[in-house]
């Protein structure tokens, strides 16, 4: 089992239709944690907060975590706060290669409110939030390879995380002296 590309990331950081991107240019299946979830409770991630709160919804993201492990050659887009709890950033390192879309705070902010009803909003003034996202960064900061996310396009994110993860199997197939890994991109990056 292995071989996924994790996306991990900050509300905003676009995981969700950077996901779809690559697993489309990949033929890869692309699974959402948060879908996951949403489908197992038949309720939204905003009901599952209201009537739950948030120590049930990270209980069922431990669920989801435990199901990825029959996960392989996926795209799976996490929940913002998915890496950021204890032993999570070993757990979704085994699942493959981990990729940060980082990018600075107001931004994702601003797109995060922008972007739908978020529970981890709610109620929060931009400091807190802005605590939030200084207690996560560590978290994120574990992943294999980090793409800063500022001024690109979904397009253009996807494009530059199969760039990189190329070189990267490049780079490691010259490092083991083994043949080389089946290539991250099958067909030619537009940008
Ligand atoms: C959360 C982020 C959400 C979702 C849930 C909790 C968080 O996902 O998992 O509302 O704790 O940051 P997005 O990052 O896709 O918004």
Redesign the pocket.
Request: glycine residues 20%.
């Given at each position: 089992m292995g071989g996924n590309i994790v996306l991990v990331?900050?509300?905003?950081?676009g995981?969700?239709s950077v996901g779809r991107i690559l697993a489309r240019r990949l033929g890869r299946c692309l699974v959402e944690?948060?879908d996951m979830?949403t489908s197992k409770e038949g309720r939204s991630?905003?009901e599952i907060?209201a009537s739950d709160g948030?120590a049930h919804?990270r209980a069922a993201?431990d669920e989801a975590l435990a199901l990825l492990a029959l996960k392989s050659g996926d795209v799976i887009?996490?929940?913002?706060?998915?890496p950021?709890r204890e032993g999570r950033p070993d757990a979704l390192e085994a699942l493959g290669t981990v990729v940060w879309l980082s990018g600075d705070f107001d931004t994702l902010y601003c797109r995060?409110l922008r972007?739908g009803e978020?529970?981890?909003l709610a109620g929060r003034t931009r400091d807190d939030v802005l605590a939030?996202y200084r207690a996560?960064e560590p978290y994120y900061g574990r992943a294999a390879v980090t793409v800063d996310t500022m001024s690109l396009t979904p397009d253009q994110v996807a494009a530059s995380i199969i760039r990189t993860l190329g070189a990267r199997e490049r780079d490691l197939a010259v490092g083991d002296g083994a043949r080389p890994p089946v290539p991250v991109s099958s067909e030619p990056v537009a940008e």
């Open positions: 990331g900050f509300m905003g950081a995981k969700s944690t948060d979830i991630i905003p907060f948030e919804f993201e887009a996490t929940g913002g706060g998915f950021c995060a972007g978020r529970p981890m939030l996560r």
